[in-house]
């Protein structure tokens, strides 16, 4: 009887401890799983199809723009840069994909897009706020193909957690090389910013490393993410659960895979309020016009621009519209002087120049 009240102690503590682990999680329900457990990034591997059932190819004008992860039935999680003053309606999200350039595959699903929010704080000087959510048209059934990954809680340290991430997407294999054709996997070190910061320093480089943003990539080079792979995730696999969760997006970088200037990426934990606060105030109201924090830029936007950088920086979105490479001779776009008050959900109309500054007073409903 001893032993039967023992076994049923552990039985119970085992269950806890699960869901504890499980409560580090925002979303729940099939989040972070893998159906399929059949066995280009630079350096990195191809994945195997369903492997990262969550990611996602954001496509513009029918082309592969950026990549994002799906975090619920109806929205997906990706860059700032990714969607910066562009129209919703020229957008499609294809889900459950896993080779670029072919539309429609047996597993895949092509979603329009309904509306976009971006945070309201990002600039492209600094790579601040490199964070937008992309509401689908409808919700997407789950397959073996097509699931959502797991959120962190907003307060659990990943650099405690693990020492390495994945990144997965359709970016260049080799700075200013080719796209790659199917969906590449990279497993990368974190690291802390403080180094991160150094490496950077002794480099040349001047950009203030936020601790919004994580480091990811190694000492010497060589692997790293690159241009067309911006918005997609950076993730981590729990050891014990087997789900995986998001904790970085793919947001910025000097070059690609060059030694002491690892990655940059948007820290979720540091948007989880933001993302539950967007989703939740659009969802609840349909005629929705303002959400704190959250913009989509109008049809006509007065701008002004400015010169403020101090460093040469590469966003990672496919190049097939424009390049996105910063340098000091060049006009940067700021959106700090958008206050909550004045944050609008509307969308916009991409125009030259690329680079630009909001003026607030503008923007307004």
Known sequence: MNTIHTIGFVFVLIQSIILVIASDWVNEGECGTRPLRTPKIINGTTAVHGHHPWIISLQLNNRHHCGGSLIRPNWVLTAAHCVYRLKADRFRVKLGGHRRNISSEETSINSNVSSIYAHNGFNYATFADDVALVKLEKNMPYSDYIRPICLPSSNSDQRVKHASAIVAGWGKLQQGGLSAEVLQELELPLIENELCQRWYRQ??????????????GVEQGGKDACQGDSGSPLFVVDSITRRSKVIG??????????????????????????????????ETSSNIVSVDNSTLIPNEVTTTTTNNSDDTVNTTVSDTITSTTLETSQTISSLTNVTADNTIVVEAKWRKPFWFKIDSKQNQI
């Open 203 to 216: 480099q040349g480089r001047m950009l203030i490393i936020r601790s919004t943003q994580i480091c990811a």
């Open 249 to 282: 997006i793919v947001s910025a970088g000097i070059g690609c895979a060059l030694p002491k200037l690892p990655g940059l990426y948007t820290r979720v934990t540091s948007y989880i309020d933001w993302i539950d606060r967007t989703i939740r105030a659009d």
